[in-house]
Structure formats: C-alpha cells, structure tokens
C-alpha cells in the first residue's frame, strides 16, 4: 500500500512560494488591482521568454529518483496552471491563500466538508439557490450538518445572536443577495460572530461584488466564496470556483488543500489558462459593467412603464450608504474619480458591479413581452459576463422556490434581473428603452 498522502505535499508549498520553474517570485503587493491581474502567476517563462503561461495538460511528472519530484507529482495535486491562477486569485484579494475548483458549488462541497461532523450552518436567508439545495439536500442529508436561515440584513443584534448554537462552526454571508440585491453589513456580522463562544468562521459569497467591488477579508471575514464562472472568468467559458483566505488561515488553508486534492473536484489545466486569462481584464470589465449598469439603473428609473429600480448605486437604493462604505480601497478611488468627471454633486449614484433587478408594470405577460423585444439582452440564466442578459427570476433561477416564500421575498412574476454587459452604454440604454418601448406600444 503505498503511504497516506501528505497534504503539505512539495507541489502546494511550491505553489504557495511561487518558485516553480516558470513563476517567480510574487511580486511587491502593493502593486495596484489591474497590476497585480495582468501580472502575478504570469511572469513570463524563464526558458522560453512567453509572456504568457503555457498549457500543461500533463497529469504525471517525472521524478529524479524516488520521491525526489520537482514540485508537481500529480496533476490532481497541483499543475502549473491551477498553482498560478490560485497565485493570482490570492493577489487580487489581497489574501494568501487561494484554492480553485470544478465550480463555486464544488467550493461550497468542500469548504462544507472542512467544519467537520454535526457542525450547524448559520446562512443568511436569500443565499443563492445552489448553496441552499446544497446544504439542505447534501449536507443535511447525508452528512448531519445542521443549518438555520436567518435575515442578516434587517434583524437585530440579539435576534441574529439567537440563531447562533454552541456547533455553529460557520457564517455563510452573501451579498448582495440573488435577485433583490439586499445588502449585508459584514464587519456587523463579524463582529457577531466573534463575540459567540461557538466562534464560527465567516464566509462571504463575493460573486456579485468579485474582488475589485469588495474585499471581504479586509472586511473581516475569513473565507471569500467565488463562482469563478460569473465575474472572475467573465466570458462565459469556464465552469469553475475558488476560495481565499488571509494569511492567519494557515492551517485551515491547508486542510482545505488536503480537501481539495482527496475529494478531487478540481478544474482542469486549460480552464485554469482561461480563468487567469479573463482575470487580467477583471478591473476593466468591473468599471465598464458598474457604468453601463449606473446607466441603465438611470433609464429604467426614469421610464413611465417601470414600477421599481434595485440597484445598490442608485440612492433610492435603501443601503445605498452601505453600499458605499463598505466598497474595497481600489474601488473607492474608481467610483470617486468617476462621480468627480461625470456628474453633479447632487448626484449621488454610482457603479457598483452590473446586477441590476427591477418590477416592469404589470405582470407575466409584459415580462416575457419585455424579455423578447430585447436585442442585445439575451434571455438566459447565469450572470456576470461580457454580454449583458435577462432573466425572470421566478420562472427562472428561482423557480424552485415556493410561491409563498418567492412572495415574501419580493421574487414576482414582474421582477427582471439583468445582468449587464460591458457592450457600448449607448446601446444597452437604447435596448432597453425599446424593448419597454414595444412591450407597452399596443
Ligand atoms: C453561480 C453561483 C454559485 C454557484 O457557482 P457554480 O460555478 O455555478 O457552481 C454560487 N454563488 C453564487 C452567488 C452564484 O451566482
């Protein structure tokens, strides 16, 4: 029988030094965003002089002798590509540690498995529709991992406190929630979650927001949660996800590492190559999808056939404040050189990621009307890629959802979600102004 894996194998702490043979050093961290994107775990090949990463599609790697590999002994392990999209993703959230997977709920599968037996879940009550199905129907069901529900948004101190149990070994947090962009007050629940003798650690689904809106770690959170299949990738190729962690998160880092190596659902090479290719336009694509959806948030707010806008940028937005406060450093020196060069200083909206929802006057009827009269808004499931999209929720992504509950959540037959691109502004506006155009012309 061969010995039990080590999960501090050569490969990962190679990764996490950045010294294998094509990736250097990391560099100064205080680079900015986009320089940290473009060039960490990119660092151009030391034989051959690319500039960009090659594709390592090898599952096994040579060894000199018997347990004397270079770094790489496996490709389950560890590979070049996987190990520089981590380095990378670490880099653009100011963390240490990133790990990627198949995909985000392949994230969520593991992260599960790491708080070990009879852990109880403390979720925020709108979590995206997969965490929940996961949690309730895997985890629950087969692994004896309790969960509760509760609105971290409105709730008081005392009655999100009441929710904690001596077993709460983590605070799932995501924010903005999925399709009614609520926000959540992360430092707030934090804070919570550190005065409970259960200390549980705090996840943050940062999907929405991706690393260039928020920085959950700064924020004091201990994990940040991706679908790197939305924002991250950005171009609607890549099925995948990742989690990273703070430099204090050593030895959970590693268990994770252990995790993701023994239950196996990693990404493949090629993926990887894409992923950490649509980062090095993240920050673009983040500014030009804020200011395409601030524009479009503005017209559908000024259109006599709309009954409500949500769009945390938007000041009818009723955490608008909070929207604001808690945007990451990088995107604070954006949003401020923005709202110096484009607006009055009454107004004050601005770009904050490109979800926007809204309630279309009438019902059923006008949203299929609205959602095929568009052009350039394509009707589909899924989110944050280069071409803007619509959906309706609750025959959508929500669909499983009980009509009461969908009710309760403000989830109507009405409610659009888009999902805006980073297309010309003029051209989305004038989309959708056409589109609600022909839905209300007879
Ligand atoms: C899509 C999504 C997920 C799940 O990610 P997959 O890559 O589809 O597995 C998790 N959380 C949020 C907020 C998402 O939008």
Not at 23 to 48: C, I, M, N, W, Y
Not at 101 to 117: D, E, H, Q, R, Y
Not at 347 to 362: E, N, Q, V
Not at 422 to 436: C, F, G, N, P, S
């Amino acid at each position: 029988m061969s010995p039990a894996p080590s999960y501090s194998d050569k490969s990962t702490a190679l990764a996490n030094s950045h010294s294998t043979t094509n990736v250097t050093p990391l560099k100064p961290r205080h680079d900015g965003f986009g320089t940290r994107a473009v060039h960490v775990g990119s660092e151009p090949d030391q034989v051959t002089g690319a500039v960009v990463p090659s594709i390592s599609l090898a599952t096994t790697y040579k060894q000199d002798s018997v347990g004397n590999d270079r770094g790489f002994v496996y490709s389950r392990t560890g590979n070049p590509n996987r190990n520089a999209l981590e380095s990378t993703l670490a880099a653009i959230e100011g963390g240490t540690y990133a790990l990627a997977f198949a995909s985000g709920l392949a994230t969520t599968a593991t992260v599960i498995n790491v708080l070990g037996p009879n852990a109880h879940i403390l979720s925020v009550n709108d979590v995206y529709g997969g965490t929940y199905r996961y949690i309730k129907r895997v985890a629950s069901e087969n692994q004896g991992v309790a969960s509760s529900y509760v609105n971290l948004q409105d709730e008081d101190d005392n009655a999100i406190l009441s929710a904690f149990r001596p077993n709460t070994k983590l605070v799932w947090i995501e924010s903005p929630t999925n399709p009614t962009l609520r926000l959540v007050d992360i430092p707030r629940i934090v804070r919570l979650a550190k005065s409970h003798p259960s200390k549980p650690l705090v996840l943050v689904d940062n999907t929405f927001l991706t690393p260039f809106y928020s920085s959950p770690l700064l924020q004091g959170a201990d994990m940040a949660h991706y679908s790197v299949t939305k924002y991250i990738n950005g171009h609607s190729d890549v099925v995948m996800g990742a989690v990273v962690l703070p430099a204090h998160h050593a030895a959970l880092a590693e268990k994770l590492r252990f995790l993701q190596s023994t239950i196996g659902a990693v990404p493949s090479a090629y993926d990887s190559w894409l992923a950490q290719r649509g980062i090095k336009t993240l920050h673009l694509r983040m500014k030009a999808h804020g200011v395409n959806a601030l524009a479009v948030a503005k017209a559908l707010q000024s259109s006599p056939h709309v009954e409500d806008v949500i769009y945390p940028g938007l000041p009818s937005h009723p955490q608008t404040a909070l929207a604001y406060r808690s945007l990451s450093p990088h995107a604070l020196k954006f949003v401020e050189k923005y709202r110096k060069d484009n607006s009055s200083p009454e107004d004050t909206s601005f770009p904050y990621s490109g979800m926007i929802s809204f309630r279309i006057k009438g019902g059923a009827e006008e949203t299929n009307k609205f959602l095929t009269s568009t052009k350039l808004f394509t009707l589909a499931e899924s989110l944050g890629c280069v071409e803007s999209l619509a959906e309706v929720p609750a025959q959508m992504t929500h669909g499983s959802i009980p009509p009461a509950e969908r009710e309760l959540l403000g989830i109507g037959d009405n409610l659009i979600r888009l999902s805006v691109g980073v297309e010309e502004t003029e051209d989305l506006v004038h989309d959708i102004e056409q589109a609600l155009e022909a839905t209300f012309s007879d």
